[in-house]
């Protein structure tokens, strides 16, 4: 018995030596195994792809042609480029208004008051809502002729609007929507940066007789910027990537005239209507290096703001 | 002490890894297990035709032994499934519903469809011969059969009975007469639009065809050449852009399909409609439509070139190439097709491609008489197509159908109808290479 076990007792500890002399290994094994075939893999194929006219089908036979669909899609004046406005555009707009307002909304829900609880639940309610259903219910609001935005603007003698008919407006309009979605998150982050703050600064500027604004502009704001730009981030990186909510809004193509047609919208055409992957792959490509592109220069003012 | 915690996680790490491998092995062999089995897997789109069929599986599953799973999903989400499945070679599909002119094509040159020939000879009281021509060669690929046919459609005019009435005027037969009646009606009701189509620029291809058609043009001439820019085309595209624009609803959305203008006239807001006849049932049926008792039919209203509507097989099954149960597949189809399956579900109203079904009295009995006659009518001088017959046909409907949304904008239909031709001819020749 004893004599039987002991070998086996002897392996049994050989290994658990083992496991914790590497345990840094092996903890983190389970997540490098996640990331290398859930992110590298993927990434490596688009780009293998992006150098190929693949087309079709993946499985068909593809030639390799090197940066043939970077020059095609980087001299694309028709579709890339204004979808690259669009994506910046959209991305820009959204951003700052949820910022501004976010940061209004939190300040004003800073300082405890009655019934704090449920206006709070009540300005959050967009967030938890998903953005097809969101896309659905203003396309539903915003219908030209049946919508009730235009019922309620005739209320008040302003004639109807196309909204996401209108070749104008239609990017503003879904502006609008993901404003409306997505600033109570700014507020949820900006809110907790504010709880976070301490007292004393801004006491110690009272005293000293500094008013509202310049309390805010000159104490708040700096002590903030780092949870600002974490709001920034996030929201930013979300919003270059948004796709569910136009393609819910407009459908394929971005509307008939590419009215919304950002980056993610374009590259969905390219694989899933016209089988194009290689070209697909190009632009996302191209896409994943300017997403990377703003966030390496936001994370480094976020460490000069550290500093 | 810490020492002895952290062996004792470091241990358990490892016995909870070990023991998600091996579950996971268990995953995989439970899977291959089930291939080649019993379980047929059905994937379909969503239809009239779908429910009927869906309805009627248990009377195939108990015939057959054989357990029927469905896939059942929206056009655009199936057409994004099977480039997802079919293209990383999967098994998991069996039978799949899908749209011979729209990705027939396609999946043909891809090898996803399997090669039916033999199997659709095999059976003579199933009776392939039975089947329309038209329908026939949409489904053939290098005189290979790839798909038997399931639902035909035509387009046809629904109309307002009432608001015709109420104005005094006949059914057009002409698109000259259609063009004054949507221009009076719409003048003498402001709240109604005279007109109605789809007019998202790739919707719309289908139902701006026989417009096309009529007017004498079609998308490719007989060289294979693209033909959008002829005088023909011009006019066509003109005509279509110029009823919306001026007569169609106000602020027209440019994203529609047929189910956005379907609401537009079953809620009561246009007099005329252009679409397919499959689809009269969201019109006629109270449940949906509220004008439901005052919809009229007509075949397509004839050009300068006469009455020219398309009647094409909007749908098909097919058996996935990679499927390992292909036998049982090819028993599920040849179910689905058969005579009598035909026949009940046109009965329901979805237009069958068998020629017996239409020979048949009771196989229009169900139908709105005036549309019955329209589908006649449509049936005889009938085009095959209703959009270009290339591969890669999303991107060749993006590109004809620019034309059509400048015109309902208003915009200059003969430039873009030019650029639009530069576009097509590229990428025609292409396609060629």
């Known amino acids: 018995m004893t004599v039987a076990s002991l070998p086996q007792k002897s392996a049994w500890k050989a290994y658990s030596d083992w496991a914790n002399d590497h345990r840094k290994w092996l903890f983190a094994a389970p997540a490098m195994a996640f990331v290398a075939i859930l992110i590298i893999f993927p990434l490596a194929w688009t780009l293998y792809l992006s150098l190929t006219d693949a087309s079709g089908s993946v499985r068909a036979e593809s030639e390799f042609i090197g940066f043939a669909n970077y020059a095609e899609v980087l001299t694309d004046t028709e579709r890339f480029w204004p979808a690259v406005a669009r994506t910046f555009i959209f991305t820009g707009a959204a951003l700052l208004v949820q910022m501004v307002l976010g940061m209004c909304i939190a300040l004003l829900l800073w300082r405890p008051f009655k019934g704090e609880k449920w206006v709070r639940v009540a300005i959050l309610l967009p967030l938890v809502a998903t953005p097809v259903a969101v896309g659905m219910m203003w396309r539903l609001i915003f219908d030209p002729n049946i919508g009730f935005a235009n019922q309620a603007l005739a209320w008040f003698g302003i004639p109807a609007q196309p909204w996401l008919s209108g070749q104008d407006t239609a990017l503003a309009t879904v502006i609008f929507i993901d404003i409306w979605q997505w600033t109570p998150m700014v507020v949820i982050i900006l809110l907790a940066g504010l709880t976070s703050l301490s007292e004393e600064p801004d006491e110690a500027a009272r005293i000293d007789g500094a008013n509202a604004w310049q309390r805010f502009k000159f104490i708040t704001v700096p002590l903030m910027m780092p949870t600002i730009i974490v709001a920034i981030l996030l929201r930013s990186i979300d919003a270059l990537k948004t796709f569910d909510l136009l393609y819910a809004t407009k459908g394929r193509g971005g509307g008939s005239f590419h009215e919304v047609e950002t980056l993610n919208v374009y590259a969905y055409g390219l694989s899933f209507d016209y089988n194009d992957y290689g070209l697909s792959s190009t632009v996302l490509i191209i896409f994943f290096l300017i997403i990377i592109g703003c966030m390496w220069v936001l994370t480094r003012r976020r460490k000069d703001v550290q500093k | ?433």
């Open chain 2, 1 to 433: 002490m810490q020492r002895t915690i952290l062996r004792k996680a470091g241990i358990t790490a490892a016995i909870a890894m070990f023991a998600g491998g091996s579950l996971a092995a268990c995953g995989g062999s439970g899977g291959d297990a089930e291939a080649g089995s019993d379980t047929l897997r059905v994937t379909l789109a969503n239809h009239v035709w779908t429910e009927q069929i869906i309805e009627a599986i248990p009377e195939f599953e108990e015939e057959t032994g054989l357990t029927v799973e469905v896939t059942q999903l929206g056009e655009d989400q199936l057409s994004a499934q099977y480039n997802v499945q079919l293209n990383a070679g999967t098994d998991e599909i069996d039978v799949m519903m899908y749209r011979p002119l729209q990705e027939g094509k396609l999946f043909a040159q891809n090898g996803y469809l399997a090669d039916l020939t033999d199997r659709v000879q095999s059976n003579p009281e199933w009776e392939w011969s039975d089947f329309q021509q038209g329908p026939v060669d949409s489904t053939t690929f290098e005189d290979k059969v790839v798909g038997v046919p399931t639902i035909t459609e035509r387009e046809v005019l629904y109309y307002r009975t009432d608001l015709l009435e109420q104005a005094g005027l006949e059914v057009p037969q002409t698109l000259e007469e259609l063009e004054a009646a949507a221009k009076k009606i719409n003048e003498e009701n402001p709240d109604v639009a005279g007109f109605v189509a789809r007019t998202g620029k790739s919707p719309a291809v289908t139902q701006f065809s026989s417009f096309l058609y009529g007017f004498g043009g079609d998308f490719i001439d007989d060289e294979g050449n693209s033909a959008v820019a002829s005088p023909e085309a011009k006019e066509a595209y003109a005509y279509y852009g110029r009823m919306i624009n001026e007569y169609g609803p106000e602020n027209v959305s440019t994203d529609m399909s047929w189910p956005e203008a379907m609401a537009i006239f079953t809620q009561g807001g246009a007099a005329f409609y252009t679409e397919a006849d499959s689809l009269y049932q969201n019109a006629t049926d109270p449940a949906n439509s509220q004008v439901a008792d005052k919809v009229g039919f007509a075949p397509m209203p004839a050009g300068p070139a006469g009455s020219k509507p398309y009647n094409v097989p909007s749908w098909g099954l097919g058996i996935n190439e990679a499927s390992k149960n292909q036998d049982n597949a090819w028993k599920f189809v040849e179910w689905a097709t058969s005579k009598d399956m035909v026949l009940q579900i046109q009965k329901e109203g979805v237009p069958g491609p068998r020629k017996s079904v239409w020979s048949n009295p009771e196989g229009t009995a169900t139908y709105p008489e005036d549309l019955a006659a329209a589908i006649e009518v449509s049936a005889e001088n009938g085009v095959g197509h209703d959009r270009p017959l290339v591969i890669n046909v999303g991107e060749a409907r993006e590109i004809v159908g620019d034309p059509i949304v400048v015109g309902i904008t208003g915009g200059e239909v003969d430039a873009a109808a030019d650029s639009a031709d530069e576009a097509f001819q590229q990428f025609l020749d292409d396609e060629r290479e």
